[in-house]
């Protein structure tokens, strides 16, 4: 069964899951096989390896796939991301790190731009700069990461640019795999929906869920 999003729509593919571009891991072979089976591959170019890159683009074929860079890694090898839009993919995947030297030349070559981001001041920064898919990667992430986790990340970023495809990075795979059976929710019940009706929890504790900040949690200890 395949589900229709607007990341779909725009990636032109059938199923929501992409590849990461994971260095050297992600490779041609792998990419498009993730691109074959209706995903989207992504090949990691991260720090920078020319022939390498230009081998693994070859493996891909026909499959449509896309490349990741590493912001701070393409900064030293401009010629390197030329070389990929001279190639017309599909995507350009930029990580970790100021987009603005790169951006304009991905979206010049019409691929669309995702970027990878890790706040909300980086995801801001990228659909500045014209960002058609914002990754939000939470700490769980395997890799590169900084801090706020995956769950209350990824629903912050969506509020924060939800005219942008936001795609949720950090452990999720691993989490479906197991086929958990069950969501178990306490604060999404009296936040959203007709359960948060004053009738069914106080006006008081209602604002206080709606103006929780992520600095300001306290987790308290258990007394075992
Ligand atoms: C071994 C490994 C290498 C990675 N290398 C890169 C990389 O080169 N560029 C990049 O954008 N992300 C890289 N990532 C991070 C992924 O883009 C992604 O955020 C992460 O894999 C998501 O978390 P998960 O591994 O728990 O699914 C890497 C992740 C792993 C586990």
């Known amino acids: 069964m395949s589900i229709s999003t607007r990341l779909t729509e725009l990636l032109r593919i059938e199923h929501p899951i992409l590849l990461a571009p994971m260095d050297i891991i992600s490779d041609g072979r792998f990419a498009a096989t993730v691109s074959r089976a209706g995903g989207f591959g992504i090949i990691g170019g991260g720090y920078g390896d020319e022939t390498w890159l230009a081998r693994e683009l070859d493996a891909a074929g026909d499959a449509r796939v896309g490349v990741g860079f590493i912001t701070w890694s393409i900064a030293k090898r401009p010629r390197l991301l030329d070389s990929v839009l001279e190639r017309r993919p599909p995507a350009v995947m930029l990580s970790f790190g100021d987009v603005r030297p790169h951006a304009q030349k991905i979206k010049k070559s019409d691929a669309l731009l995702i970027c990878q981001i890790q706040t909300l001041g980086q995801a801001?920064?990228?659909?500045?700069?014209?960002?058609?898919?914002?990754?939000?990667?939470?700490?769980?992430?395997?890799?590169?990461?900084?801090?706020?986790?995956?769950?209350?990340?990824?629903?912050?970023?969506?509020?924060?640019?939800?005219?942008?495809?936001?795609?949720?990075?950090?452990?999720?795979g691993t989490c479906g795999r197991r086929r958990i059976p069950a969501a178990y929710c306490g604060t999404a019940f009296p936040k959203n929906g007709a359960a948060a009706r004053p009738n069914y929890c106080s006006i008081k504790m209602k604002k206080r869920i709606a103006m929780q900040q992520p600095a300001r949690t306290v987790i308290s200890t258990l007394p075992l």
Do not use: C, M
């Open 124 to 172: 801001k920064a990228a659909v500045a700069n014209d960002a058609d898919i914002l990754v939000a990667q939470g700490a769980e992430g395997g890799g590169h990461g900084i801090s706020r986790s995956t769950f209350p990340f990824v629903p912050a970023v969506v509020d924060a640019v939800p005219h942008i495809p936001v795609v949720a990075a950090g452990h999720v």
